[in-house]
Antibody
Framework: QVQLQESGPGLVKPSQTLSLTCTVS??????????WNWIRQHSGKGLEWIGS???????FYNPSLKSRLTISVDTSKNQFSLKVNSVTAADTAIYYC??????????????WGQGTLVTVSS | QSALTQPASVSGSPGQSITISCTGT?????????VSWYQQHPGKVPKLMIYAVSNRPSGVSNRFSGSKSGNTASLTISGLQAEDEADYYC??????????FGTGTKVTVL
């Protein structure tokens, strides 16, 4: 059973960088056929896909956030990370890491972390 | 990328069937059979209910079913139960190699 766990500061000051790490257990992040995602949810709102990374380092970003994003992977630690630069109050949200699996016929997000609340405030 | 369009709320009485729609474009819902549905109870993590338009993961009740026609996907819950009261989100892979989620639908069991 794959498990994902987010970690990182729960409070970030405006204009600074939000940094989160997702640790994967119960499976290797280097297994082919899986992409590793960051997704966020503003309070009382819907889900917003932030970006994804393959174990090789290939990344895909939400165009609306791309200029401020960096997603990286550390296969030796079975972790992947998110950095969001120049944060504002609008970046306050629950941040989830999640796995999506892809085959010739099926693409879907199947495992999610528990989520971590990040608040942007001075 | 714009969020997929879902009704804000749908309600039904216990035992009834309800259907939630999810409308996108030919670049997402209409272009791929990679539509998924998630159930989210308050304060909880989204749970996969349907993948690849109409497939149920192991452990998900067969009261949940999915379909797609053109740019619109649908989730039907039959035999509505109190425990089905939750928010539901659709999701689709897109031609931009990204994921897009629906606006979310609150299901209320009357």
């Amino acid at each position: 059973q794959v498990q994902l766990q987010e970690s990182g500061p729960g409070l970030v000051k405006p204009s600074q960088t939000l940094s989160l790490t997702c640790t994967v257990s119960g499976g290797s992040i280097s297994s082919g056929g899986y992409f590793w995602n960051w997704i966020r949810q503003h309070s009382g709102k819907g889900l917003e896909w932030i970006g994804s990374i393959y174990y090789s380092g290939s990344t895909f970003y939400n165009p609306s956030l791309k200029s401020r994003l960096t997603i990286s992977v550390d296969t030796s630690k079975n972790q992947f990370s998110l950095k969001v630069n120049s944060v504002t109050a609008a970046d306050t949200a629950i941040y989830y890491c999640a796995r999506d699996q892809r085959s010739r016929t099926n693409y879907y997000i199947d495992y999610w972390g528990q989520g971590t609340l990040v608040t942007v405030s001075s | 990328q714009s969020a997929l369009t879902q009704p804000a709320s749908v309600s039904g009485s216990p035992g009834q069937s309800i259907t939630i729609s999810c409308t996108g474009t030919s670049s997402d819902v209409g272009g791929y059979n990679y539509v998924s549905w998630y159930q989210q109870h308050p304060g909880k993590v989204p749970k996969l209910m349907i993948y690849a338009v109409s497939n149920r993961p192991s452990g998900v009740s067969n009261r949940f079913s999915g379909s797609k026609s053109g740019n619109t996907a649908s989730l039907t819950i039959s035999g509505l139960q109190a425990e089905d009261e939750a928010d539901y989100y659709c999701s689709s892979y897109t031609s931009s190699s990204s994921w897009v989620f629906g606006t979310g639908t609150k299901v209320t069991v009357l």
